[in-house]
């Protein structure tokens, strides 16, 4: 890809450093100044590109979409200016946007791996406990270094929330993606299910809204990061209030999740678990949150401003294994007028995205 080189003057964060961003004629960032540039920013505030390290391209409510649906998903996304997209399980095959240099990249986990019967319908590949690690090298294969398994759902039988797979299969397909050279990450609600899936190994968290100290002790202790996915956490109470004339021991739980979510989500990150801002978006929630999410993380989970910036651009990026605005890295940035950790709600109002060397917003 050929574009024009540009030159981007400003604050570039997180090093806070007023200096000059040189994009040369491949859309990478050069280390030295590049002739013939177009100045297309004069001050502000240069973000790496946010990440949105929870969400489904190509999910609605009712399973996968068509292509022109998952394009203008992707492209709320980009707009918002999340550039790099963990892809946390989908039905449909969205390869296809690896060849478009308008789209965010991203990160697939495959589809969700979901007990049968045992998760929203139309969604997940559904199987037994005696399928999992098959099903795990299935959707390794599928995926861009991810697999996304279904940790708890509710049990209709028992009436609550319960772990979806023996901890013993769940810890022998984690080893078996380990192998493959996959991380594995997991939906958990409950206490159960992220009590034995971090013990089995497990590389991710997502929600995590069960989590006790001792649990929390130890993902700090191995690493395991944790995506609560904050903006998605407030639609408990209208799980709660569907299910509460069938299931009301479900409904109370899940109410009482809620309640104490920022609490639980608090502690986790100020034992040291890394942390990083996804929205779920796809499925129940609309594309383009990532600002929220932050704002969230912020606000209610009480991360300061600076590291819950850093949990949806850099930090985030790290962890996925993308750069940043070093030279030589893809030119992935967003603008800003004010500085972002100084009032959050900057995110919400990108002056300008650049992705791939182009502007694109």
């Known amino acids: 890809m050929v574009v024009p080189p540009l030159r981007l003057r400003g604050v570039v964060l997180p090093e806070g450093e007023d200096r000059d961003v040189w994009v040369d004629a491949e859309g990478l960032v050069s280390a030295e100044p590049v002739p013939g540039t177009e ?15 929870h969400c489904h391209v190509g999910l609605d409510a009712d399973g996968g979409v068509d292509e022109a649906t998952t394009e203008a998903q992707a492209l709320a996304d980009r ?69 996304k398994l279904v940790g708890d759902w509710i049990d209709r039988d028992a009436g609550d929330l319960t772990p979806c797979w023996p901890a013993d299969v769940a810890a022998s397909a984690i080893a078996r993606a380990h192998e493959l050279g996959a991380r594995v990450t997991a939906h958990c609600f409950g206490e159960q299910s992220v009590a034995e899936l971090v013990d089995a190994g497990i590389d ?66 100020e034992s040291g678990v890394p942390v990083y801002a996804g929205t779920d978006a796809g499925g129940v929630l609309p594309h383009g949150l990532v600002a929220r999410e932050v704002l969230a993380l912020h606000e209610q989970v009480g991360m ?7 949990a949806a651009s850099w930090d985030a990026r790290r962890w996925l294994g993308r750069p940043g605005l070093e030279p030589g890295a ?8 004010d500085d972002p950790r100084a009032d959050l709600r900057t995110l919400a109002h990108p002056r300008l995205v650049v992705l791939r060397g182009r502007v694109v917003a």
């Open 39 to 53: 100045t297309v920013a004069a001050g502000g505030f240069l973000v790496p590109g946010l990440v949105d390290a």
């Open 79 to 147: 707009d918002a200016g999340a550039l790099l997209l963990r892809d946390a399980g989908v039905p449909v095959d969205t390869h296809w946007m690896d060849d478009r240099d308008d789209l965010p990249r991203v990160v697939r986990a495959g589809r969700h791996i979901a007990r049968t019967k045992r998760y929203l319908r139309n969604y997940g590949a559904e199987i037994e406990p005696a399928d999992l690690v098959a099903e795990v090298e299935r959707q390794a294969a599928r995926g861009d270094g991810w697999v």
């Open 204 to 269: 991710c968290i997502e929600h995590g809204t069960g989590a006790s100290d001792a649990v929390i002790a130890a993902m700090a202790r191995a690493g395991t990061a944790l995506v609560p996915t904050r903006v998605q956490l407030d639609n408990f109470p209208a799980y709660a209030d569907q299910a509460g004339g069938k299931f009301p021991a479900y409904a109370a739980h899940v109410r009482d999740l809620h309640r104490r979510c920022d609490t639980t989500l608090r502690a986790a990150y």
């Open 304 to 310: 300061p401003a600076g590291a819950a910036l850093g």
């Open 330 to 337: 893809s030119a992935d940035l967003v603008v800003y007028d």
